[in-house]
């Protein structure tokens, strides 16, 4: 209930006046029984014609307030619980933007997902029954109770007795429903990881032919899911059989004690009509409360996920506000390893070992080694996705845990091996490091990545739509697109990793000589599996088993390095039988 109040309280004007409405919206509604019960007496016992069209305009007066106030309430209640989903979504957005790629496998990327979404949709649902349903009820019981007592004090004593076994069954049954939600919320996340998995692989799925495979896993989550929801509907046909019980009993316990009172004159017909008119209201708000009470641990439980996410503690904090200055006069060092080690949270071994080197402005460092040698970790360690466990990683000669993230990524231009791009358009995605750059500057950038000609192949140029991921384009166009993106930005240090393995040789010599003149006054970190990608670059970095295997250049490391001289001569002999 904390995280619930904690997002109402910026809407609390919106809440008063909701509950406000609500408030004159029951009055209303007990009114009318009491004013019906004074017409049906008035007729009975002679009243005059006035007295009745008297009764009668009050009746209607009631009932047009009531309905206005209901119709208001139901208005600010929709918009108070739109607005607090919003502000959710938004707090449950900007935190996984904070998360780790470590938090994100914590979490799973799904189940952020489905917390955004579906839980939140469940609360903004239990906010408004809430209001709506369960709210009304103290009101409405306190009155009729009171009332009922006015008229009928043994009355009024039965009408608590069953309101009171009612309220017990309804929290008994909310009880043992709890596990039952709490089960739901991870069946849903199992659900959605499958469908995300059958959705996103679907062409591996029909590459191998295990369609069948993948519909009787998904049916198996289905399955789960509906019985687990059988399970919990059965309690809640269990719960309104026996209200439906108890207030039928109660409308004959009344019927049949009224008789002897009305005979002995201590009741009149109309009192009768309303004591029951009371009761079922009483016992109709209740059992709506009761249907948005069981419902209530699923809202619950969903409120705690979304806690959890809220309330963790990143992995990557950061530590100070402002952006800060280079410790010392511009050496040309932009980047330096200083005796890094790495280990990831769950493993035994480190990943990196002690890597020591320095990339400086204006030249290009390379990293390359056998798979599982710790290449892309090393990305990670220059983006922060990780924070090293000994040494340190400096840009400018700071330490970039001792800045923010967003001035070290500032700084940073980073294309990953599997390029992404956004739906949209191919402007739209050049931009997305630099906002400001013109058309000039986007298709420049694209004929250093040589990009250009295909783009202008296209009818729409640069405004040519791009589909989520980039699917409508090959791995090559992404990759260069991708590339393109960073060159827009024009950073202190790019980052390569793997970012030339969908392009041919040819394409590959002609960017990296283009590269060559762009990047003059930055520094540039290749990271590769083909010798023929950083042979030229000016310091080469060989990694084996997470440790510095080797540096230098090209013709040193054939002369020093087994491990570098393995890999060229492999690749080689490959290329020679090719």
């Given at each position: 209930?904390?995280?619930?109040?904690?997002?109402?309280?910026?809407?609390?004007?919106?809440?008063?006046?909701?509950?406000?409405?609500?408030?004159?919206?029951?009055?209303?509604?007990?009114?009318?029984?009491?004013?019906?019960?004074?017409?049906?007496?008035?007729?009975?016992?002679?009243?005059?014609?006035?007295?009745?069209?008297?009764?009668?305009?009050?009746?209607?007066?009631?009932?047009?307030?009531?309905?206005?106030?209901?119709?208001?309430?139901?208005?600010?209640?929709?918009?108070?619980?739109?607005?607090?989903?919003?502000?959710?979504?938004?707090?449950?957005?900007?935190?996984?933007?904070?998360?780790?790629?470590?938090?994100?496998?914590?979490?799973?990327?799904?189940?952020?997902?489905?917390?955004?979404?579906?839980?939140?949709?469940?609360?903004?649902?239990?906010?408004?029954?809430?209001?709506?349903?369960?709210?009304?009820?103290?009101?409405?019981?306190?009155?009729?109770?009171?009332?009922?007592?006015?008229?009928?004090?043994?009355?009024?004593?039965?009408?608590?007795?069953?309101?009171?076994?009612?309220?017990?069954?309804?929290?008994?049954?909310?009880?043992?429903?709890?596990?039952?939600?709490?089960?739901?919320?991870?069946?849903?996340?199992?659900?959605?990881?499958?469908?995300?998995?059958?959705?996103?692989?679907?062409?591996?799925?029909?590459?191998?032919?295990?369609?069948?495979?993948?519909?009787?896993?998904?049916?198996?989550?289905?399955?789960?899911?509906?019985?687990?929801?059988?399970?919990?509907?059965?309690?809640?046909?269990?719960?309104?059989?026996?209200?439906?019980?108890?207030?039928?009993?109660?409308?004959?316990?009344?019927?049949?004690?009224?008789?002897?009172?009305?005979?002995?004159?201590?009741?009149?017909?109309?009192?009768?009509?309303?004591?029951?008119?009371?009761?079922?209201?009483?016992?109709?708000?209740?059992?709506?409360?009761?249907?948005?009470?069981?419902?209530?641990?699923?809202?619950?439980?969903?409120?705690?996920?979304?806690?959890?996410?809220?309330?963790?503690?990143?992995?990557?904090?950061?530590?100070?506000?402002?952006?800060?200055?280079?410790?010392?006069e511009d050496s040309g060092e932009v980047l330096a390893f200083r005796d890094v080690s790495f280990r990831f949270a769950d493993a035994e071994e480190e990943t990196l070992s002690h890597l020591n080197f320095v990339c400086r402005r204006g030249e290009t460092t390379a990293i390359i080694g056998g798979t599982g040698s710790g290449k892309s970790t090393v990305a990670s360690l220059i983006l922060r996705f990780h924070d090293v466990t000994d040494g340190a990683v400096c840009l400018?000669?700071?330490?970039?845990?001792?800045?923010?993230?967003?001035?070290?990524?500032?700084?940073?231009?980073?294309?990953?091996?599997?390029?992404?791009?956004?739906?949209?358009?191919?402007?739209?995605?050049?931009?997305?490091?630099?906002?400001?750059?013109?058309?000039?500057?986007?298709?420049?950038?694209?004929?250093?990545?040589?990009?250009?000609?295909?783009?202008?192949?296209?009818?729409?140029?640069?405004?040519?739509?791009?589909?989520?991921?980039?699917?409508?384009?090959?791995?090559?166009?992404?990759?260069?697109?991708?590339?393109?993106r960073a060159l827009v930005k024009k950073p202190e240090l790019y980052i390569f990793d793997d970012s030339f393995s969908a392009l041919d040789f040819k394409t590959d010599a002609a960017l990296r000589k283009a590269l060559a003149a762009e990047t003059r006054d930055a520094a540039v970190l290749i990271i590769a599996q083909r010798v023929s990608t950083i042979r030229h670059a000016q310091q080469i970095v060989v990694l084996h088993e997470g440790r510095m295997a080797g540096i230098?250049?090209?013709?040193?490391?054939?002369?020093?390095?087994?491990?570098?001289?393995?890999?060229?001569?492999?690749?080689?002999?490959?290329?020679?039988?090719?």
């Amino acid at each position: 209930m904390k995280l619930i109040l904690r997002f109402l309280r910026p809407h609390w004007k919106l809440c008063v006046l909701t509950i406000l409405l609500l408030i004159l919206d029951v009055a209303g509604a007990l009114f009318i029984p009491t004013l019906a019960a004074q017409m049906l007496n008035q007729g009975t016992s002679g009243a005059s014609f006035e007295a009745l069209v008297h009764t009668g305009v009050q009746m209607a007066v009631a009932s047009v307030l009531s309905g206005v106030c209901a119709i208001l309430g139901g208005y600010t209640c929709a918009t108070l619980s739109a607005r607090v989903g919003k502000d959710m979504r938004i707090a449950l957005y900007h935190k996984s933007l904070k998360l780790s790629v470590y938090d994100f496998r914590q979490f799973g990327t799904a189940s952020i997902t489905t917390r955004t979404v579906s839980d939140i949709t469940t609360i903004q649902f239990a906010l408004t029954s809430f209001i709506q349903m369960v709210l009304p009820v103290p009101i409405i019981f306190l009155i009729a109770l009171a009332l009922c007592f006015s008229l009928d004090v043994e009355m009024g004593l039965i009408l608590l007795v069953v309101v009171a076994v009612v309220f017990v069954l309804a929290l008994l049954i909310m009880r043992s429903s709890a596990p039952l939600f709490r089960k739901l919320q991870k069946l849903l996340d199992h659900m959605t990881t499958i469908l995300l998995e059958n959705l996103t692989g679907v062409r591996v799925v029909r590459a191998f032919r295990n369609e069948t495979r993948e519909e009787r896993r998904m049916g198996t989550a289905f399955a789960d899911y509906a019985e687990t929801s059988i399970k919990t509907n059965r309690k809640f046909a269990n719960l309104d059989g026996l209200s439906f019980l108890f207030i039928n009993l109660f409308v004959v316990i009344v019927y049949w004690l009224s008789g002897g009172r009305i005979s002995a004159g201590s009741l009149q017909i109309g009192d009768i009509t309303a004591v029951i008119e009371y009761a079922m209201m009483v016992l109709f708000f209740l059992m709506m409360a009761q249907m948005v009470i069981l419902t209530m641990p699923r809202a619950l439980e969903c409120c705690s996920r979304m806690q959890a996410v809220l309330e963790h503690t990143p992995e990557i904090q950061d530590m100070v506000s402002q952006d800060p200055k280079p410790q010392a006069e511009d050496s040309g060092e932009v980047l330096a390893f200083r005796d890094v080690s790495f280990r990831f949270a769950d493993a035994e071994e480190e990943t990196l070992s002690h890597l020591n080197f320095v990339c400086r402005r204006g030249e290009t460092t390379a990293i390359i080694g056998g798979t599982g040698s710790g290449k892309s970790t090393v990305a990670s360690l220059i983006l922060r996705f990780h924070d090293v466990t000994d040494g340190a990683v400096c840009l400018n000669g700071v330490d970039i845990r001792q800045m923010p993230q967003r001035y070290l990524r500032d700084h940073l231009a980073y294309v990953q091996q599997k390029a992404w791009l956004f739906s949209g358009t191919i402007a739209d995605n050049l931009r997305y490091g630099n906002g400001d750059a013109d058309e000039q500057t986007l298709l420049h950038a694209a004929q250093v990545a040589q990009a250009g000609d295909f783009i202008r192949s296209l009818p729409d140029g640069l405004q040519s739509f791009v589909a989520q991921g980039g699917t409508n384009f090959s791995g090559g166009q992404k990759q260069r697109l991708s590339i393109a993106r960073a060159l827009v930005k024009k950073p202190e240090l790019y980052i390569f990793d793997d970012s030339f393995s969908a392009l041919d040789f040819k394409t590959d010599a002609a960017l990296r000589k283009a590269l060559a003149a762009e990047t003059r006054d930055a520094a540039v970190l290749i990271i590769a599996q083909r010798v023929s990608t950083i042979r030229h670059a000016q310091q080469i970095v060989v990694l084996h088993e997470g440790r510095m295997a080797g540096i230098g250049t090209h013709d040193e490391l054939l002369q020093t390095c087994p491990v570098y001289r393995e890999i060229y001569e492999s690749q080689t002999k490959e290329a020679q039988e090719a």
